[in-house]
């Protein structure tokens, strides 16, 4: 695929998040996918995933433990097989009413029309402080 394709790919991924349309998203992954959001094991949703499947757990942890407030895709690059997505998030944990407000950049790799890897950079303390009890 072209980078303008692979482009196309992302924004659909990203679209589908903004409708909360869990299954379009998780439409646009590789079956293998190789997933990581870096932090510690305080976040519940960090770490690494492989397979769609554990992939929709991913979302669905998301949505068992925070609100989302905000989150915005706020800027795409794409090279080859690679793009690159600046955003901002803001979530509030269900179970301690404390928020993160945080900059994030992700990178998708994808292969054969599909996001294959995919890694989130962001300020992880501020999102373990948020879930941290009292």
């Keep these: 695929m072209s980078a303008e394709e692979n482009?196309?790919?992302v924004r659909a991924h990203y679209e589908a998040l903004t409708r909360r349309d869990?299954?379009?998203a998780l439409a646009t992954l590789a079956e293998?996918?190789?997933w990581e959001v870096m932090?510690?094991?305080?976040i519940p949703f960090a770490g690494p995933?492989?397979?769609r499947a554990a992939v929709g757990e991913f979302f669905a942890i998301i949505g068992r433990t925070v609100e989302v407030e905000l989150f915005a895709a706020e800027r795409m690059i794409a090279e080859g097989n690679t793009v690159v997505v600046f955003g901002r998030e803001?979530?509030?944990v269900k179970a301690t009413g404390r928020a993160w407000d945080v900059a994030w950049v992700q990178v998708h790799w994808i292969a054969d029309g599909r996001i294959?890897?995919?890694r989130e950079y962001t300020d992880t303390a501020a999102i373990a402080a948020a879930y941290a009890a009292g």
């Design 7 to 9: 482009l196309a790919l």
């Design 22 to 24: 869990r299954e379009a």
């Design 32 to 34: 293998d996918v190789d």
């Design 39 to 42: 932090g510690p094991s305080s």
């Design 49 to 51: 995933r492989h397979g």
């Design 90 to 92: 803001r979530f509030r």
């Design 116 to 118: 294959r890897r995919f």
